[in-house]
């Protein structure tokens, strides 16, 4: 989401300015002061507190993510990771290759899970070992797969629209044929999951049987966030050019957001989503992804956001929903949860309580927990109505 993004390019910004520091303090080190003696022999002068310096702040540079974890967050009892499994690759009519993990029951319904923005499929761990667990009680499968140029999966010349992602998710959806799908969706998975809903409502008719947001809006994101005045006001002096300007200069902002990873200034960043008892892994997952996903793709698609907006799609949805919001979310307010469900026929809100907008790591017990009684209750085991069929 945009303010993460804005938060994770100032504080690159500042780890660059590090860098400087350790040239100047090595420079005027080396360089030193000539000094004079009385018989006029020149004599240089260095300052050894100046390499001390450089060294401190070099070994900060490459070293200050574990302080950083140790000071930002909890210690794990249940640590998570940043690792694929084994997939496959998809083609989508959009000419994206949709990078695709699949595992659970033959029976049931098929859960697609969609990633928030600068995250990945690996994301997803708690929910799909939750879910496996509910599957003695309640059969399914679990699809999780990495949106167009994040992660293993790959968009044609790099274009980011929320549209395309909504075509790749109609390819999913397609693909589960002859069994039903339960959509679930996290902040940018949310609105991909809406701007199916309004752009091909019948998908979403003959073949879901449930939808789950969490997390997300229904507009551009900078009117549900915290400060969203200002947000907005920033848009296009600031926001913009800055996201352009990532686009063009690719290559120094990937280094930079390495740089920022390593000396765990990207983690105090990605700290902002989380509320009072995130963990360790947690917090180096989500700023790792964050790292390694490509900065112009995901500046493409923080500029894709400030023109999308579905606002009333969810009057149209013909199956149930579930909308899960953190009551401590700045990324996207529980007011814009509150909204969604105004906006559906048949909508049930359940605010959570010391969650922020990655609530869905932090307290999964109790996310996953919504989801998987969703899951029993409205996934039905019999596969779509041959007409409906592809």
């Known amino acids: ?9 100032l504080l690159s910004l500042v780890g660059v300015l590090l ?13 030193g002061a000539i000094y004079v003696d009385d018989a006029g022999v020149a004599e240089r002068l260095r300052e050894d507190w100046r390499l001390w310096t450089a060294l401190a ?5 490459a070293l200050g993510r574990l302080p950083m974890l140790l000071f930002l967050a909890r210690s794990d009892t249940d640590p998570t990771h940043a690792r694929h499994g084994q997939g496959e690759t998809v083609q989508s009519p959009t000419g994206a290759l949709l990078y695709v993990e699949s595992e659970g029951s033959d029976d049931g319904p098929v859960i697609i899970a969609t990633h928030g923005w600068g ?10 070992r939750d879910l496996a667990e509910q599957r003695a009680l309640s059969p399914n499968s679990v699809v999780v797969w990495d949106l167009a140029g994040i992660g293993r999966s790959r968009a044609p010349d790099g274009e980011v629209s929320l549209e395309a992602f909504a075509e790749d998710l109609e390819t999913l959806v397609l693909r589960a044929a002859p069994r039903r799908v339960i959509l679930v969706g996290h902040s940018i998975g949310g609105m991909t999951i809406q701007t199916l809903l309004r752009d091909r409502p019948e998908i979403v ?7 789950v947001l969490i997390n997300t809006t229904y507009t551009n994101p900078l009117k549900t966030m915290i400060l969203s005045d200002l947000a907005q006001a920033l848009r296009k002096p600031v926001l913009e050019p800055l996201f352009r300007l990532t686009i063009l200069l690719k290559p120094l902002a990937w280094l930079s957001a390495w740089q920022s990873y390593l000396n765990g200034l990207s983690h105090v960043a990605n700290r902002l989503q989380f509320a009072g008892s995130v963990t360790r892994s947690q917090l180096d997952h989500t700023a790792l992804l964050g790292t390694r996903n490509s900065p112009a793709v995901l500046a493409r698609g923080n500029l894709a956001m400030f023109d999308w907006s579905a606002s ?6 013909p199956c149930p929903l579930l909308i899960i919001g953190g009551e401590q979310d700045i990324v996207t307010k529980l007011e814009a949860s509150a909204t969604l469900q105004a906006q559906a026929r048949e909508a049930e809100l359940e605010p959570v309580s010391n969650a922020n907008h990655m609530g869905f790591l932090e307290r999964s017990h109790h996310y996953n927990g919504l989801i998987a009684e969703f899951v029993a209750t409205h996934g039905r085991a019999s596969p779509i109505a041959s007409s409906a069929a592809p």
């Open 57 to 61: 702040l070099i070994a900060f540079s």
């Open 19 to 31: 860098l400087g520091a350790v040239i100047y303090f090595a420079w005027t080190w080396w360089t």
């Open 312 to 317: 009333g799609a969810l009057s149209a949805l």
């Open 205 to 211: 008719r003959d073949r879901v049987d449930g939808v």
């Open 1 to 9: 989401m945009p303010i993460i993004a804005f938060a994770r390019t």
């Open 119 to 128: 995250l990945d499929s690996t994301i997803w761990r708690y929910l799909r």
